[in-house]
């Protein structure tokens, strides 16, 4: 099986990624627990992690070591020294470094964030699936993973499971082909078109 790049981020209900000023409190009530929601078996096909440089601040300065144990990507648009060869910051073309990634091992890859990076590998196509665990809170401000907190249109609800203590996790997997990927604008161009061809009519 080919390998895939996979998001894999908790939410709130309203699409939120962090609060204000980065705040992950909301998140507290669901780690640490007996259940992972199944972060282990997921972390076991991961051979690499994207991440993006905010993302990756922000938890190096919580004081918690990020994945020792996997290669790191840190994508940013700064030159920095990388500390060794297991954590590398990135500055250059994301197709070709996910490409080289898909083709050098058989392990998905993670991307664990923002949402700058999320959105940059989905407008390139570069995104297989998401895993989106979503929080039964609203936060109503903070970072947005997505515009207007709704999933992108060309990927599709695969599965959904409910967790106790409400937390909701979804799979959505990458529309492939035009039709597929497109459906939603093709049948709205195709409803004008037949409303302008009935208009053209009437007034014959």
């Known amino acids: 099986m080919s390998p895939k790049t996979i998001l894999y981020i908790a939410i709130s209900e309203d699409g939120f990624i962090a609060g204000e000023e980065n705040n992950l409190d909301f998140l507290k009530p669901y780690q640490g627990g007996e259940e992972d929601y199944g972060y282990s078996e997921f972390i076991k096909s991961v051979g690499c992690i994207l991440v993006g440089r905010k993302t990756y601040d922000v938890v190096v300065g919580f004081g918690y070591p990020y994945h020792p144990e996997k290669k790191v990507y840190v994508i940013t648009r700064q030159t920095r020294k990388s500390s060794s060869d297991k954590l590398l910051f990135f500055k250059g073309d994301l197709k070709a470094l996910v490409n080289e990634i898909k083709s050098s091992q058989g392990l998905n890859i993670y991307c664990d964030g923002g949402a700058e990076l999320a959105h940059s590998l989905i407008v390139e196509d570069l995104i297989d699936e998401m895993i989106l665990s979503v929080i039964?809170?609203?936060?109503?401000?903070?970072?947005?993973?997505?515009?207007?907190?709704?999933?992108?249109?060309?990927?599709?609800?695969?599965?959904?499971?409910?967790?106790?203590?409400?937390?909701?996790?979804?799979?959505?997997?990458?529309?492939?082909?035009?039709?597929?990927?497109?459906?939603?604008?093709?049948?709205?161009?195709?409803?004008?078109?037949?409303?302008?061809?009935?208009?053209?009519?009437?007034?014959?």
């Open 136 to 204: 039964p809170i609203q936060l109503h401000q903070g970072t947005l993973l997505f515009e207007g907190g709704v999933v992108p249109n060309q990927f599709s609800l695969k599965s959904k499971q409910t967790y106790p203590h409400g937390l909701v996790q979804s799979l959505y997997v990458l529309k492939r082909g035009f039709f597929s990927k497109y459906r939603g604008e093709f049948i709205a161009g195709l409803l004008v078109f037949l409303m302008l061809l009935l208009q053209s009519l009437w007034s014959d």
